[in-house]
């Protein structure tokens, strides 16, 4: 999409957009979701280039790359830098499978991961019921959850934290929509109910979901920006910290968010 938009651009690939940037600014891994593998083969370039320290020096700038993966190619799950199984689940907002078949295959991929031990990267819309009945029939209590890009009701997310004590839920750039109240009120329920960490993990959904309230940073920008990228999450970290409350600061929110993440993903 950038390449599309701005066919002069300076960066020319995800890797000189890394090392542009990231340097200097203690980002330490990214946590790549793959959606659709096998129409986008470039999982395979990616992950095979940070395989050795020698090449996340020279290719990652330093950075660790890993990765989460859904409907795939069977060699990616196995993969030494693939670190989930995601995003799968069920979206009744568009419809565009029947959703006796999502529920389906849905199941038949958290029994695979269940199986792997692989944490769980789940994608939800409009489907409360039917992700929550699934999810406690066929994962166990313990079992490692993120729940990417959260917009439903946070009565939903209030009995998925308490049934599941490792499970996550995902925030980004949604939450500062002013067409979005729910996602803030998930993250003032739980800064309400405990001064621990709050359970959440920072992500983007890109290319889509920049922070409206980036633009607040912005001088000299007319427009929206075209797509979403990770150097945008701090932005998602002081909206969240500003919905937590006084005792909460960006720098606080995107601390206890990453080591959430390692936890979460074992990285």
């Not at 959606?35 to 280039?49: G, I, M, N, Q, Y």
């Not at 693939?82 to 499978?97: A, F, K, Q, T």
Request: hydrophobic share 40%; aromatic share 10%; charged share 25%.
């Amino acid at each position: 999409m950038y390449r599309t938009r701005y066919k002069e651009g300076a960066i020319k690939d995800v890797h000189e957009f890394v090392k542009h940037m990231y340097t200097g600014r203690n980002v330490e891994a990214v946590v790549d979701v793959w959606c659709e593998a096998p129409v986008r083969p470039l999982w395979k370039t990616f992950a095979d280039s940070a395989l050795t320290k020698e090449d996340r020096e020279k290719i990652w700038n330093g950075m660790d790359y890993w990765f989460v993966i859904g409907v795939h190619p069977l060699e990616a799950i196995s993969h030494p830098r693939c670190v989930g199984w995601g995003e799968m689940g069920l979206d009744y907002h568009y419809d565009n499978s029947p959703r006796g078949i999502q529920q389906e295959v849905f199941t038949r991929q958290l029994r695979h991961a269940v199986r792997l031990g692989k944490p769980l990267t789940i994608h939800t819309r409009e489907a409360d019921a039917d992700t929550e009945r699934i999810l406690k029939a066929e994962v166990p209590i313990d079992h490692k959850i993120h729940i990417h890009c959260f917009t439903d009701s946070p009565d939903f997310a209030q009995r998925l934290l308490d049934h599941f004590p490792n499970l996550y839920i995902g925030i980004t750039g949604v939450i500062t929509y002013s067409t979005n109240a729910d996602t803030s009120t998930v993250i003032r329920n739980m800064a309400s109910q405990s001064q621990g960490p709050l359970r959440i993990v920072l992500e983007t959904d890109a290319p889509y979901m920049v922070p409206a309230n980036l633009y607040e940073s912005l001088e000299g920008i007319k427009g929206k920006l075209p797509l979403c990228h990770t150097a945008m999450v701090p932005w998602t970290a002081e909206f969240v910290a500003r919905v937590a409350g006084e005792a909460w600061t960006a720098e606080r929110v995107m601390r206890e968010a990453r080591e959430n993440a390692r936890l979460l993903y074992g990285v």
